[in-house]
């Protein structure tokens, strides 16, 4: 049985940060086919953080000390009569660290949770917050946030419950004064067949719109290429710092491995990843390499710079592929410099 590896690249220029940067919360029926009347859903949290500001470890961000007081719960904040019991029952925004950067100063954490709803049940829920980074257009502290997801158990018009799309980006995005950047925000989803578009988010009925240069952009899912009705909508946000025209502007390059991985089943497979700086070595220099989009228990090492050329830094990922990762898996890196 052989895999395909698919490595997707991005590049970009760094600098740094506060604390919360955004995040995403998607979810799926743990069957879709289920008939019976309450349907049991898995919620996925995804969220990015400055970091060592806030430590890697479970339970972020109340295991960072001096956070012990910033758990809540992700509450219902639109259609709420029809939220199935989930107000009833909700489930906090604890998640666990899933990878850092020293360099980068990012942290992201994920965490899927459980909760068991009544057939049918749709409706909007939020993690809020008041702690967003302070803001520069226009200038603005201490701003509220909030990451809304709509949740739709009613079933499809092809039969089943349907499952929201997944989103997998890096928060914060850099850009530079007077230069057009593109934001590749991969996204999937597991219901072959639905039309996955991607928006800038607009005015919730009963919720107040905010939008600065942190961005939000949503990822909904229709049935085909015509519909207009999303069946969920799941929010994508991160922010976007402006830095001025850095001394050498260039993107470091990603170096692909040299020859077509086939990977077995149940066989560690090896690889390095290496990304060449383009700038001369005393303006900028290679930071990190990032991956914004992993693949179930791969591991990498630290990025090293190699020893024959100082433009050259690598990084060895590792993996061994389970049966149920058979068929095109997607690595997203993005190497950093400064
Ligand atoms: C649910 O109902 C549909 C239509 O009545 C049926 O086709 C399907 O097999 C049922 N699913 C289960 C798990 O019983
Ligand atoms: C969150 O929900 C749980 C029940 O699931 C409840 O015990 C707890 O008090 C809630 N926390 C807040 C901050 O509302
Ligand atoms: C959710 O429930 C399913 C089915 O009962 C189980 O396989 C899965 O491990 C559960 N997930 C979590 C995060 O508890
Ligand atoms: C960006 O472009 C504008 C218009 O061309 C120009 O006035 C401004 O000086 C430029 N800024 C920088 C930092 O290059
Ligand atoms: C990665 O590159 C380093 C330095 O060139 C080399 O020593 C190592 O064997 C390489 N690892 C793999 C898995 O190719
Ligand atoms: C990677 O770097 C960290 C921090 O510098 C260090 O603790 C760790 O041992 C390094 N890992 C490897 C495999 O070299
Ligand atoms: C590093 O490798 C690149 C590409 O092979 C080459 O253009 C560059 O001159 C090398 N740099 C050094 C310091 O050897």
């Given amino acids: 049985m052989c895999l395909g590896l698919f490595i ?5 220029i760094f600098t740094n940060a506060t604390h919360f940067n955004g995040g995403t919360i998607g979810w799926a029926p743990v069957n879709p086919y289920d008939n019976s009347t309450s349907v049991k859903i898995t919620i996925t ?5 400055t970091y060592p500001y806030i430590k890697c470890a479970s339970n972020v961000p109340i295991s960072t000390s001096g956070w012990s007081g910033a758990n809540t719960n992700l509450t219902c904040v639109v259609d709420c009569s029809t939220d199935g ?19 980068l100063k990012m942290m992201t954490s994920e965490k899927s949770k459980n909760v068991t709803l009544s057939a049918g049940a749709h409706f909007y829920l939020a993690y809020r917050g008041s702690a967003w980074v302070g803001l520069n257009d226009p200038a603005q502290q201490g701003l509220d946030w909030s990451i809304i997801t709509y949740i739709d158990l009613r079933k499809r018009s092809d039969g089943f419950i349907n499952t929201s799309p997944v989103a997998k980006f890096v928060s914060p995005q850099y850009a530079i004064v007077n230069k057009t950047i593109q934001i590749n925000i991969p996204v999937s989803d597991v219901n072959a067949g639905d039309d996955v578009r991607c928006r800038w988010s607009t005015y919730t009925s009963g919720y107040r719109r905010r939008r600065r240069s942190n961005d ?27 830095q001025s025209q850095p001394v050498c502007s260039t993107e470091p390059i990603i170096i692909p491995p040299d020859r077509c991985l086939e990977v077995q089943v149940g066989i560690s497979i090896s690889f390095n990843l290496s990304a060449m700086n383009l700038c001369n070595p005393s303006v900028a220099t290679l930071t990190d390499i990032l991956v914004s989009s992993g693949i179930t228990s791969m591991t990498h090492g630290n990025l090293t710079q190699s020893s024959t050329n100082s433009s050259i830094y690598y990084m060895t990922f590792t993996w061994t592929p389970q049966t149920n990762q058979v068929g095109s898996q997607q690595l997203c890196t993005t190497a950093y410099t400064r």
């Avoid at 989930?86 to 360099?103: E, G, Q, W």
């Avoid at 290429?225 to 909508?233: E, Q, V």
């Fill in 85 to 103: 019991g989930y107000s009833s029952a909700p489930i906090n925004i604890l998640t666990d660290c899933t990878s850092s950067s020293s360099s």
């Fill in 216 to 242: 939000e952009d949503r990822v909904e899912d229709f049935i085909d290429g015509t519909s207009i009705i999303p069946m969920s909508s799941v929010p994508v946000q991160f922010l976007i710092y402006v």
């Fill in 45 to 49: 949290q995804s969220y990015s953080w």
């Fill in 8 to 12: 997707l690249f991005c590049y970009f």
